[in-house]
C-alpha cells in the first residue's frame, strides 16, 4: 500500500486476555520498528527488524511482548496476559536502510495511525 | 544513549504569528540526522523537517524553519505565519547514521503541544 498499516485501530482487552497487533509496512522498506506511546508522553522505542531479523528488542517491557516479522513484510506485536498498565497507543513505523548503510533512504521513519489499547 | 529534551511540554500562538519551540540533545557522534515530527490529535505522525548533521545550512520547509547549531547539541523548530492546522502535538527525533549500537534507532523527546488561537 502507499503507507504504513495498522490494524486494529482500536482494542479493547479484558486483563489478562491476549491481544495482536498487525503493522503494514510500506513496500520496500528494509526496516520496521514499534514504538510505544503513552498518553500525552513522546514514543517509547520497543523493538527493530531489518528484514525478518529481529536486532533490538531492549525495549519490550516484559517476557509478555513478543514481536515477529517472519517474512520480512507484515509484523505483528503479541501482548500475552495483558495488564491495565500496557495501556496505549502502539506505533509500527518503516523506513528505508540508510545511505551508509548502503540503501538510499533519508533515515525518516514513516508512521501508521497506531493501534490503541485500553485494558479494563 | 542518546537523550532528546524538549523543555516546553506546551506552547502558545496566535494566528498569522511566529513560534519557536525548543529541542536539546545529547550525544558523542558527529553523523546523525535530526527530525521533527508532527502528530495531530487521533492522527498519524508526519514528518515535518529533517536536518543532516553533516549540513551547516539550515533546513527549510515553506513556513518552517529549523536552527540548528551543532556545538549547543540544539534544534529548534521555527513556524512562520501559523495556522489553526499547526495546532498537534511536536516531537523532536535523533537518529544516528551509523547501523552499529542502539544510536540507530531514532529516539524522540516527550513532545510540546502547539496551541493555536484564532
Known amino acids: 500500500g502507499a503507507g504504513v498499516s495498522q490494524s486494529p485501530r482500536y482494542k479493547v482487552a479484558k486483563r489478562g486476555q491476549d491481544v495482536a497487533l498487525r503493522c503494514d509496512p510500506i513496500s520496500g522498506h528494509v526496516s520496521l520498528f514499534w514504538y510505544q506511546q503513552a498518553l500525552g508522553q513522546g514514543p517509547e522505542f520497543l523493538t527493530y527488524?531489518?528484514?525478518?531479523?529481529?536486532?533490538?528488542k531492549s525495549g519490550l517491557p516484559s517476557d509478555r511482548f513478543f514481536a515477529e516479522r517472519p517474512e520480512g513484510s507484515v509484523s505483528t506485536l503479541k501482548i500475552q496476559r495483558t495488564q491495565q498498565e500496557d495501556s496505549a497507543v502502539y506505533l509500527c513505523?518503516?523506513?528505508?536502510?540508510?545511505?551508509?548503510?548502503?540503501?538510499?533512504?533519508?533515515?525518516?521513519?514513516?508512521f501508521g495511525e497506531g493501534s490503541r489499547l485500553t485494558v479494563l | 544513549a542518546q537523550t532528546v529534551t524538549q523543555s516546553q511540554p506546551e506552547m502558545s500562538v496566535q494566528e498569522a504569528e511566529t513560534v519557536t519551540l525548543s529541542c536539546t540533545y545529547d550525544t558523542s557522534e558527529s553523523d546523525y540526522y535530526l527530525f521533527w515530527y508532527k502528530q495531530p490529535p487521533s492522527r498519524q505522525m508526519i514528518l515535518v523537517i529533517r536536518q543532516e548533521a553533516y549540513k551547516q545550512q539550515n533546513a527549510t520547509e515553506n513556513r518552517f524553519s529549523v536552527n540548528f547549531q551543532k556545538a549547543a547539541k540544539s534544534f529548534s523548530l521555527k513556524i512562520s505565519d501559523s495556522q489553526l492546522g499547526d495546532a498537534a502535538m511536536y516531537f523532536c527525533a535523533y537518529r544516528s547514521l551509523h547501523a552499529s549500537g542502539g544510536s540507530y534507532i531514532p529516539t524522540f523527546g516527550r513532545g510540546t503541544s502547539l496551541i493555536v488561537h484564532p
Open positions: 527488524f531489518q528484514n525478518e531479523a529481529q536486532l533490538d
Open positions: 513505523a518503516s523506513s528505508l536502510e540508510r545511505r551508509l548503510a548502503g540503501g538510499s533512504g533519508t533515515g525518516e521513519l514513516f
